[in-house]
């Protein structure tokens, strides 16, 4: 499954509403879908898993929605330490697949 | 708490295999739901899945790459061993390696990565 996130690149400031998609080549089983901050020369950090659920120690301002072939994580309040890669990742089908990433800057 | 540390060379040639081992702590691989997988970041590209290995030895890799891969395990080391033949530039990359959740397969803790650099 191919997934594609978009924008590329978004550039909000500290206190607005970001708004990132992912979509799917096929329906994601299950909605088994994950979303991944990634700061640089850092390890990616699981922030959602099954679509919507927040792994733990995530602040509630990371929500995640969608189904079937469409996602979206919304980031409702952005704080500095928000300014990140993200990336979707299905895991409902063999092999795992991962977004292109979706690069959030301070504007 | 869970912990996980890729070790390896950071530099090999070309047509080299590449051998990288990942030691946690924090949970057994012999624990009935456990998995652990490899992922791969290329300097400025996007993630990719490479292998996975289950608490009951399964073992699961990217079908393209399916015929240069392998992994292993020593339970009783708590280690992950991931072996990656006849190298080439493209593979350089980060190599990260990550503990995938029980019930579901997302990937809960990731280990620091290790830069690998392909190069003559």
């Known amino acids: 499954i191919v997934l594609t996130q978009s924008p590329g690149s978004l550039s909000l400031s500290p206190g607005e509403r970001a708004t990132l998609s992912c979509r799917a080549s096929?329906?994601?089983?299950?909605?088994?879908l994950a979303w991944y901050q990634q700061k640089p020369g850092q390890a990616p950090r699981l922030l959602i898993y099954?679509?919507?659920s927040r792994a733990t120690g995530i602040p509630d301002r990371f929500s995640g929605s969608g189904s079937g072939t469409d996602f979206t994580l919304t980031i409702s309040r952005l704080e500095p330490e928000d300014f990140a890669v993200y990336y979707c990742?299905?895991?409902?089908?063999?092999?795992?697949?991962f977004g292109q990433g979706t690069k959030l800057e301070i504007k | 708490q869970v912990a996980l540390k890729e070790s390896g060379p950071a530099l090999v040639k070309p047509t080299q295999t590449l051998t990288l081992t990942c030691t946690f702590s924090?949970?057994?691989?012999?624990?009935?739901?456990?998995?652990v997988s490899w992922i791969r970041q290329p300097p400025g590209k996007a993630l990719e899945w490479l292998a996975r290995?289950?608490?009951?030895?399964?073992?699961f890799y990217s079908t393209s790459l399916k015929t240069r891969l392998t992994i292993s395990k020593d339970t009783s080391k708590n280690q992950v061993v991931l072996t990656l033949t006849n190298v080439d530039p493209v593979d350089t990359a980060t190599y990260y390696c990550?503990?995938?959740?029980?019930?579901?397969?997302?990937?809960?803790?990731w280990g620091q990565g290790t830069l690998v650099t392909v190069s003559s």
């Open positions: 990550v503990r995938m959740a029980r019930r579901e397969d997302y990937f809960d803790y």
């Open positions: 924090g949970f057994s691989l012999s624990t009935s739901g456990m998995r």
């Open positions: 290995i289950d608490w009951d030895d399964d073992k």
């Open positions: 096929q329906t994601v089983n299950s909605n088994y």
């Open positions: 099954g679509a919507f």
């Open positions: 990742q299905q895991y409902g089908s063999s092999p795992y697949t």
